[in-house]
């Protein structure tokens, strides 16, 4: 609250008027920009949510669980590891895969203008619209057409800075990784362990305040953006993340070994410590 109240006080002052003005948080993207949401992207939305909340479930365990009940080790013996690490690579490898399709999609389509700034004014505007944000009173934009310019930034940020840092420290901290080698030298793996939880962190960060963000500026008509690749007032984008949730939730619960397990014999062999 006593920030919003400063925010608001700050847009009393003439000069920031002004600003807000000539920068209301926004910019207009390239001609022949793409207008709407595409059905892939809502099913890449569904797939990215849906890995990175077992990733981050999986990472957990990792980091926190000191005795695992449970390892797998490839069929030509090496290398060794836990079972729920098996489990957080073989996740890795999909989301990685759905996110090299996401990426290849965006730039063929075009889609990639909006989430990649075209123009240096999406600086003042990303300033313009985290002081709308702080004052409560959230920016004009219409996401069916264009993010504002902090959501673009915070976007690109994620999928061509966050995602490469987390893929790149994970294989460096993988069992398959070469320890043997100059690109080990090279590349520590001390770096990529001080690296690769902050980067975890940042995603649980984004996503908490990306649902927040899409529950209260708009619920039905944002998540028929992202979910049904619809500018509909309805509730179908609602139905369909209530049932993304469903499913996340499912996948969160059936992670163990007991169910884990079949699956990765279908690999290698998995032995009880």
Not at 20 to 26: K, T
Not at 170 to 199: K, N, Q, Y
Not at 216 to 233: C, E, I, K, P
């Amino acid at each position: 609250m006593v920030l919003a109240l400063a925010a608001k006080g700050i847009r009393e002052i003439a000069p920031v008027r002004d600003f807000l003005v000539a920068y209301p948080g926004a910019y207009a993207l390239p001609e022949g920009a793409p207008v709407g949401i595409p059905a892939w992207l809502g099913w890449q939305h569904f797939f990215n949510l849906f890995f990175l909340a077992l990733i981050i479930r999986t990472g957990w365990t990792i980091r926190t669980d000191k005795r695992p009940t449970a390892f797998w080790t490839s069929r030509s013996g090496k290398p060794r590891m836990s079972l729920q690490m098996w489990t957080h690579q073989s996740l890795d490898v999909l989301w990685l895969t759905n996110g090299v399709v996401y990426v290849v999609l965006l730039f063929t389509t075009g889609q990639w203008m909006r989430i990649v700034p075209t123009s240096w004014d999406v600086v003042p505007n990303a300033v313009s619209s985290a002081l709308l944000y702080a004052s409560l009173d959230w920016p004009t934009e219409h996401g069916w057409v264009n993010y504002n310019a902090l959501q673009q930034l915070a976007y690109f940020s994620i999928v061509f800075v966050a995602a490469p840092l987390a893929a790149a420290t994970g294989v460096r901290m993988s069992p398959w990784w070469p320890t043997d080698s100059w690109a080990s030298r090279l590349f520590p793996i001390e770096w990529a362990r001080r690296i690769h939880f902050p980067v975890m962190l940042c995603f649980v960060l984004f996503i908490a305040t990306h649902v927040i963000l899409v529950l209260s500026t708009g619920a039905l008509r944002n998540l028929g953006h992202m979910f049904a690749s619809t500018d509909d007032v309805s509730w179908m984008g609602f139905g369909l993340f209530a049932a993304s949730l469903v499913a996340v939730a499912a996948a969160w619960v059936a992670l163990r070994p007991i169910v884990i397990a079949p699956l990765a014999r279908l690999f290698g062999e998995v032995t009880a410590r």
